[in-house]
């Protein structure tokens, strides 16, 4: 049985790839096996998730529903107050939902453990019992070509950049751009604050 307790990680620690089983995408293979781009929002945009005991609790939380409820991690991104993220799900296995209820889940029972502040309560959270940690909908996009699943990631690697927090993708720690610069799918310089990427909110 996994302990609940949190590895703790230093306060510009980036994000580990262990935790979030990354995968580097074969492009000609991956949108035939379940993939998906998802947008997740705390409640209020309260900016919680790059603190350094959220980003803890969340790394656990993702090994635990990965074991429970496999998924693999194609890109990810951590903004204060929102996450980006492609994930491949096992063959016939379409139910996303599920895992996603179980990070919220699991990470608001944690998080609030722990000594975590929630947003403002609306009167309806508050008649259903609901901690204001998570929106309760999240944005979905099924991947299905090559040049979508590119945008995707592109999008979700240059979206620091986008909200300004940065002036260079490799500057944000919190995201699996460096693993895609090993892998040799960017350079190190890719998405520089100038360069023009549109203007498009894909489930913001």
Known sequence: MRSDA???RGLNAPISESFYNLHIPNYRRIYGANAY??????????????GENARAILHEVWRIVQDRHPFTTVAICLL????????????????????????????????????????KRSESRQKRGEAGIWQRRFWEHTITTDDDLSRHVDYIHYNPV???LVKMARDWSWSSFRRYVREGYYDEDWGRASEYFGKEKLGE
């Not at 947008?39 to 790059?50: A, E």
């Not at 994930?87 to 609030?112: A, H, V």
């Open 6 to 8: 949190c590895p703790r």
């Open 37 to 50: 781009y998802f947008t997740v929002v705390t409640c209020n945009r309260n900016p919680i998730l790059t």
């Open 80 to 119: 204060p107050e929102h996450l980006h993220a492609v994930w491949t799900l096992p063959e016939g296995d379409d139910n996303y939902s599920i895992r996603w209820k179980e990070i919220k889940r699991q990470f608001t029972m944690r998080y609030l453990a722990a000594g975590g502040e929630e947003g």
């Open 162 to 164: 986008r909200h300004g």
